[in-house]
Each structure stands twice: as structure tokens, then as C-alpha cells.
T-cell receptor
């Protein structure tokens, strides 16, 4: 049963600390998405990659967020320094295309709390 | 004002009822419309998508788009307790994932 895995599932940290979230896409999927979900803003697309290359990261605050794919089996999202307003659930999703009709398979999310 | 507005609910209906979920939007450039279902503590999953105006049916689910009114709907017939979830609408002016905008979600509960 292929699925997207995300670690950690929960993270509590203090303001100013660096946070790294990891995602393992489904084997064979070449497109990876990062989303953030909050009660106030809902679900927002932060960035996405195709064949490990960033295609669009316009939804991501550039000054503190960075996203990379060191290899085809790992995507990372880093926040440095973290702020309380970054508290959210961060979802990674993978798929076989960048079209919005291409089904994206979401991971379980990382629930981040910044105190 | 948000580009996409969605009533957060919660909406509670008895099993077997017809459910209507709606979103309004302000950007006339939106051409692609989607509905996602999200169970508690899980990631969203794509339910249905449509391009431009019209209806699309898939089993018990029907998606409608009225571009003249900037209004989209998702109907669920013969609702089941397993349909209890949060439903998010999403839309984009492009066929790529860029610029996709999500509604805040409507929480739906189907009472047995």
C-alpha cells in the first residue's frame, strides 16, 4: 500500500528555532507539493517540484522558508527562524504530473506548534 | 474579501438526505474547479474536478459550475455516515497547480 510519509507527525518548538519537515513521496511519483493548512487561511500551496526541480514557490515566504529535494525519495521544508504564525499543519503530496487534474496523494501532515 | 468563500458549517443532516455544498468566488479568470474531501486528521483527497461551466456526475456526487454567478456546488445524494468529512472547494485559472486557491472548507456530519 504505497503512501506518502511525513516526519515528524507533531513538532512543538520555540520561536526562533529551526524546523525541518521531511517527506517521502510515493515511489515513482515525480511531482511533490508542499501545503500549509490553518483555521484562518485554510489550505495554501507553498511550493511544488517536478523531477526534483522547483517549479513554483511563490506561495512560500522566502525570507524564512526553504524547500528542497535532495533526491527523488526525500523532500524537505525548512523554517528558520520559526515564528508563532507558522503554527499550522504542513502537508506534503506527491503525484505523477503538475496538472491540477493529476491526482495528488497527500501525506498525514506535520502538525507544527511554535510557542 | 477572500477570492473563494465557503460556508464553514458545520452542516448536519440525516443519513439518506441530499447534501448541497457551495462556494462563491470573485476571480472571473478561474476556469478549473475541484472538490476535495478531508477526513479528520488526514490529508485532502481529490473528489471531482470540472472545467468551465456545467455539470459532472460521479456516482452519488454531482459537481455544478455556474460561471455567470461565480458559484459552484457539490451535491451528495443518498448521504452516508462515511461521507462525514470536511469538503474543500478549489479553483485555478490554469491547468497547472500554480495559483490554485482553496476554500476554507465545510464540515459535514451525516447522522445515522
Amino acid at each position: 500500500d504505497a503512501r506518502v510519509t511525513q516526519t515528524p507527525r507533531h513538532k512543538v518548538t520555540e520561536m526562533g528555532q529551526e524546523v525541518t519537515m521531511r517527506c517521502q513521496p510515493i515511489l515513482g511519483h515525480n511531482t511533490v507539493f508542499w501545503y500549509r493548512q490553518t483555521m484562518m487561511q485554510g489550505l495554501e500551496l507553498l511550493a511544488y517540484f517536478r523531477n526534483r526541480a522547483p517549479l513554483d514557490d511563490s506561495g512560500m515566504p522566502k525570507d524564512r522558508f526553504s524547500a528542497e529535494m535532495p533526491d527523488a525519495t526525500l523532500a524537505t521544508l525548512k523554517i528558520q527562524p520559526s515564528e508563532p504564525r507558522d503554527s499550522a499543519v504542513y502537508f506534503c503530496a506527491s503525484g505523477t504530473g503538475q496538472g491540477i487534474y493529476n491526482e495528488q496523494f497527500f501525506g498525514p501532515g506535520t502538525r507544527l506548534t511554535v510557542l | 474579501q477572500k477570492e473563494v468563500e465557503q460556508d464553514p458549517g458545520p452542516l448536519s443532516v440525516p443519513e439518506g438526505a441530499i447534501v448541497s455544498l457551495n462556494c462563491t468566488y470573485s476571480n472571473s479568470a478561474f476556469q478549473y474547479f475541484m472538490w476535495y474531501r478531508q477526513y479528520s486528521r488526514k490529508g485532502p483527497e481529490l473528489l471531482m474536478y470540472t472545467y468551465s461551466s456545467g455539470n459532472k456526475e460521479d456516482g452519488r456526487f454531482t459537481a455544478q459550475v455556474d460561471k455567470s454567478s461565480k458559484y459552484i456546488s457539490l451535491f451528495i445524494r443518498d448521504s452516508q455516515p462515511s461521507d462525514s468529512a470536511t469538503y474543500l472547494c478549489a479553483m485555478s485559472p490554469y491547468s497547472s497547480a500554480s495559483k490554485i486557491i482553496f476554500g476554507s472548507g465545510t464540515r459535514l456530519s451525516i447522522r445515522p
